[in-house]
């Protein structure tokens, strides 16, 4: 009989594979575009090539460590290994939040009608995506150096004392004033770029309802149930719907893991393979609206994409 770990195994290899190989081929495609078809190049590129570098990241640096301990390989990473590799995913599935958030509200900028009075910022915003992507890179990497003061390679799997800890990292020493800093950190982080990504959507929906609310006095029933606002309604629900189901679960269920002594073995593969589905998931969206055609670019790899 097949024990669970080895199923968790092959979930991680698939689930990893094919969510790397989809991000991949997206940044590929972006960074392509920019360096070799600039005229093709759009402002939300620059977004969602970070936002697929940190998926792919994320995916590697959590996946390649949970096949290995699924399939019982044992593989002494030492201390540098373990914060290098905690320090990424916690790093790349941050940005992951704030690019999200940063495409939410340009693309909220960017349907906003001419007559309205933030329409100015149309023509604005394009100068502030560098400097935002910079940003949120180096607020993420000052917060989690944290995990560089006071992470350890596990080198007993069996302790189950509070604290952190997984199939190959633990926490050190326990600080109750630094964790309560750092978790209320993160906390007005996840807030802030989560309340700012659903609010935008929910400006975006209502743009885009109203849009196809007045379509309807010059079209049919059947031609604006396919129109392209419908579509593009569809999308942004959906992606920040998945964003915000996947991303509290997977915070809740990390605290929960943080500070009880129970066996939690199995409870840290689910919550690795279910925090990793939205980097998966994403990856599938972008490529299913993506349509447009690059010289030199292969035939299997033409796209039926749509994003402003």
């Avoid at 941050?94 to 023509?123: D, E, G, R």
Wanted: contains cysteine; glycine residues 4%.
């Amino acid at each position: 009989m097949i024990s669970s770990d080895i199923i968790w195994g092959i979930f991680f290899i698939f689930q990893t594979c094919i969510g790397f190989m989809g991000n991949s081929l997206l940044f590929t495609l972006y960074m392509y575009t920019c360096l070799i078809f600039p005229h093709k190049k759009k402002p939300v590129d620059m977004i969602l090539a970070h936002l697929t570098l940190a998926n792919a990241l994320t995916l590697i640096f959590r996946g390649i460590p949970n096949i290995i301990t699924s399939f019982g390989i044992r593989v002494e990473m030492g201390d540098t290994g373990c914060k290098t590799v905690l320090y990424i995913q916690r790093v790349t599935r941050s940005i992951s939040l704030c690019t999200t958030a940063l495409q939410s509200t340009f693309q909220a900028v960017t349907i906003t009608p001419s007559s309205h009075k933030w329409a100015w910022l149309k023509y604005k915003i394009p100068a502030f995506i560098q400097p935002s992507l910079l940003f949120f890179w180096m607020i993420n990497m000052a917060i989690y150096s944290v995990v560089l003061l006071r992470t350890v390679a596990n080198r007993n799997i069996t302790d189950d004392r509070l604290g952190y800890q997984i199939a190959y990292c633990k926490s050190s020493a326990h600080d109750g004033q630094i964790a309560s800093i750092f978790l209320s950190t993160v906390f007005i982080r996840d807030l802030s770029f989560l309340s700012l990504m659903t609010c935008s959507s929910i400006y975006m929906v209502n743009i885009l309802y109203r849009h196809h609310k007045a379509a309807q006095n010059v079209r049919s029933t059947i031609q604006s149930s396919r129109s392209p606002e419908n579509k593009a309604t569809h999308v942004i629900l959906i992606l920040v719907s998945c964003f915000v189901f996947f991303y509290w679960t997977n915070t809740f269920l990390t605290v929960y893991l943080v500070y009880t002594s129970k066996n939690k073995q199995q409870l840290e593969k689910f919550n690795n393979f279910f925090s990793s589905c939205y980097p998966t998931i994403c990856s599938f969206f972008l490529i299913k609206n993506e349509n447009r055609g690059i010289p030199g670019w292969p035939v299997c790899f033409k796209f039926t994409y749509n994003v402003q």
